[in-house]
């Protein structure tokens, strides 16, 4: 039973273009949730999506950042425009619904460096 | 506004003490308390969690302790080795919503 899988490991982009990071959620987990680490600092919340809905986006700025998670295939996160302040590492974790005990595991993320 | 609040920054320990990490909450509508260990390049790994209804939980050596009243949780390392050196976060969510974390506990182990 794979865990979650999130790539690329490590992605490179420069100022002013787009990066796309995948998130595929255990298998049977239906709810995925972002994250961004910055260094020595904790995991701030990004978005949290079901298939095909958005339920909480609070945590994602409005501009040039955006979330889906399609009934077929894994979840994207999509960074238009990068800028040196998107540098960070980015996490994702899934569960297989949002009440009882219900834990979350996360992927060995993604960390994104914009020169 | 931070909904978990998480103290120490760091803490460093000689081998085979007993690290205490503890957190706080506002929310009483949360009801599920995990904590997750991270190693540098690594994800968050899931090691303990607690629901509200139980005041401590216990695996391996490490142990979980519930405040309820207090709104307050505290995760222990028993014989802490080396190999714990990691930093650990605390989570509190509530069913529906997304998990809210804390800032992180950096924690070494002195052999």
């Known amino acids: 039973n794979a865990g979650v899988m999130q790539n690329p490991r490590h992605l490179v982009r420069r100022r002013g273009q787009e990066a796309r990071l995948r998130c595929s959620p255990m298998k049977g987990h239906s709810h995925v949730y972002w994250y961004r680490q910055l260094p020595e600092e904790g995991l701030k919340f990004m978005v949290y999506l079901q298939k095909e809905n958005i339920i909480d986006e609070s945590g994602m700025p409005k501009e040039r950042f955006s979330a889906e998670f399609p009934k077929e295939g894994p979840s994207i996160l999509r960074i238009q425009q990068v800028v040196r302040g998107d540098s960070a590492a980015y996490f994702c974790?899934?569960?297989?619904?949002?009440?009882?005990?219900?834990?979350?595991?996360f992927g060995q993320g993604t960390r994104l460096t914009v020169v | 506004q931070q909904q978990v609040k998480q103290s120490p920054q760091s803490l460093i320990v000689q081998k085979g003490g007993i690290p205490i990490i503890n957190c706080a909450y506002e929310?009483?509508?949360?009801?599920?308390f995990p904590w997750y260990q991270q190693f540098p390049g690594k994800g968050p790994a899931l090691l303990i969690a607690?629901?509200?209804?139980?005041s401590e939980k216990k695996e391996g050596r490490f142990t979980i302790s519930f405040n309820k009243s207090a709104k307050q949780f505290s995760l222990h390392i028993m014989d802490s080795q080396p190999g714990d050196s990691a930093t650990y976060f605390c989570?509190?969510?509530?069913?529906?919503?997304?998990?809210?974390f804390g800032t992180g506990t950096s924690l070494t182990v002195i052999p």
């Open positions: 607690i629901r509200p209804d139980v």
């Open positions: 974790a899934s569960s297989r619904r949002t009440g009882g005990d219900t834990e979350a595991f």
């Open positions: 989570a509190a969510r509530r069913a529906g919503n997304q998990f809210y």
């Open positions: 929310n009483t509508a949360f009801d599920y």
